[in-house]
């Protein structure tokens, strides 16, 4: 009996000292248990920083990439603008050089309207058919196709000018004027200055400053005239001559 009671507190602090033992071996692993978790957490927290910078940049560029492009369009534009401007002033050139090739002198020698007074050219009526009959008030045979074509301008409305010139280069404006009114002719009458008769001289030669020979040509809406004419047409000659003009 002496032996058990002396062995119990041997025992007893054996078994303490185990208890204790055991209860440190549990709890000092738990320090060390948390080191990876906090590396861990580290670790995740950084990398979505460098996603969100990464996600950031191109954001940050898109407003210099539309500078070029609106540079690039303003240089676009000032060049079609230029080109405009090249090709009007090309076609205007081109316009010109035609006027001055195709038109003679005495289209656009000024002229006196007998009744109005108004001055004005041939040139003036481009765009439309003139029938142009030289004649002179003392011209029988003049008369009688100034008659035939009393008898068909009207049919042609606006689409066709006709005026008449007198040969007569002296003649005052008023006496025409009379003359025409006389006769019931109602539209332009002139009389020739000494220029515009040489100037069609020049080009139709001088049958056209021959009355009685009934000298008429037309010109054509593009400027363009024809041949001579002589002769007295019939209305239906006339509106013939004035049709293939126009077509």
Not at 141 to 149: D, E, T
Not at 154 to 171: A, C, P, R
């Amino acid at each position: 009996m002496k032996r058990f009671f002396l062995l119990v507190p041997v025992v007893i602090g054996l078994f303490v000292l185990a208890a204790c033992g055991g209860t440190e071996t549990a709890v000092t692993p738990a320090p060390t248990a948390m080191m990876p978790a906090q590396d861990t957490g580290s670790s995740m927290s950084d990398e979505p920083m460098a996603d969100n910078a990464m996600a950031e940049e191109p954001m940050g560029d898109e407003p210099m990439a539309d500078e070029p492009m609106a540079n690039h369009n303003d240089t676009m534009t000032m060049e079609e603008s230029t080109m405009d401007l090249m090709e009007e002033a090309t076609a205007e050139s081109d316009m010109d050089s035609m006027e001055m090739m195709d038109h003679p002198a005495w289209q656009s020698i000024a002229l006196t309207d007998a009744r109005s007074g108004e001055t004005f050219t041939l040139a003036d009526f481009a765009g439309k058919t003139v029938y142009v009959e030289p004649m002179a008030t003392w011209c029988t045979n003049c008369r009688q196709q100034l008659n035939n074509v009393a008898q068909i301008h009207e049919q042609f409305g606006d689409d066709v000018v006709f005026i008449g010139l007198s040969l007569e280069t002296n003649l005052n404006p008023a006496d025409l004027a009379v003359y025409a009114e006389n006769q019931g002719y109602d539209w332009t009458f002139a009389v020739m200055t000494q220029e515009m008769l040489q100037s069609l001289a020049d080009t139709y030669g001088r049958t056209i400053t021959n009355a009685p020979s009934t000298p008429h040509f037309i010109i054509r809406a593009d400027g363009s005239h024809t041949d001579l004419s002589t002769g007295i047409d019939s209305p239906d000659q006339l509106v013939q001559l004035i049709q293939a003009a126009q077509s």
